[in-house]
C-alpha cells in the first residue's frame, strides 16, 4: 500500500506545507538525506497550540500537539518530493523540543506522538532514531517543536 492511500485509510487529512517564517527554507535534500526544518504545533484549524507542559497543558494535550508537528512534517516531506511519498526510504531522526516548566519530566511521553504518527503512516521505514528535549520556551509560545532527518531512494 502507497504512504498516500494509508494516509486516506487513517482518514488524515495533511495540512498545507507552512512556509518557513524566517531566514531559512522549510527542506533542503542533501545527497540522499531530506532534513526538514522544526515544524511547530499548530491545530487543524490553523491556530497554534500554546502553552508550556506541566503548568498549562497535560502530557496528552502535548502529545496531540507533537502528531501535528509529525503532519506538519510529513506535509512538508510529501512538498520536498513533488507529491511521491514513495520517494521515502527511511526516517532517520526526529528531535522533538517540549516546551517544559522546570518540574516537567515527561517530554519523550510528549515526543511519542509525533514517533507513533510516523511509525503508523510509514511503517518499518518509520522507525526513528530520536531525542526529546525540555525547553524553557519555544518560538511564538507553542508548545512543541519537531523536526526531522529522512533518507530517500
Do not use: W
Request: glycine content about 8%; hydrophobic content about 40%; proline content about 3%.
Amino acid at each position: 500500500m502507497s504512504f498516500e492511500n494509508k494516509i486516506k485509510e487513517l482518514n488524515i487529512i495533511l495540512p498545507k506545507a507552512p512556509d518557513p517564517v524566517g531566514s531559512y527554507v522549510a527542506t533542503k535534500i542533501v545527497g540522499k538525506l531530506l532534513y526538514i526544518s522544526g515544524q511547530i504545533s499548530i491545530d487543524d484549524k490553523g491556530e497554534l497550540i500554546k502553552g508550556k507542559l506541566g503548568k498549562d497543558l497535560k502530557t496528552e494535550a502535548g502529545y496531540e500537539a507533537a502528531k501535528r508537528c509529525a503532519l506538519n512534517i510529513i506535509a512538508q516531506a510529501n512538498k520536498a518530493c513533488l507529491g511521491d511519498l514513495s520517494k521515502i526510504k527511511s526516517c532517520i531522526k526526529l528531535t522533538g523540543y517540549v516546551n517544559s516548566s522546570e518540574s516537567f519530566t515527561e517530554q519523550p511521553k510528549v515526543i511519542n506522538g509525533a514517533s507513533d504518527l510516523i511509525a503508523l503512516i510509514f511503517g518499518d521505514i518509520g522507525i526513528h532514531t530520536r531525542a526529546a528535549v525540555s525547553a524553557n520556551s519555544l518560538p511564538l509560545g507553542v508548545a512543541v517543536e519537531v523536526d526531522a532527518i529522512f533518507e530517500l531512494n
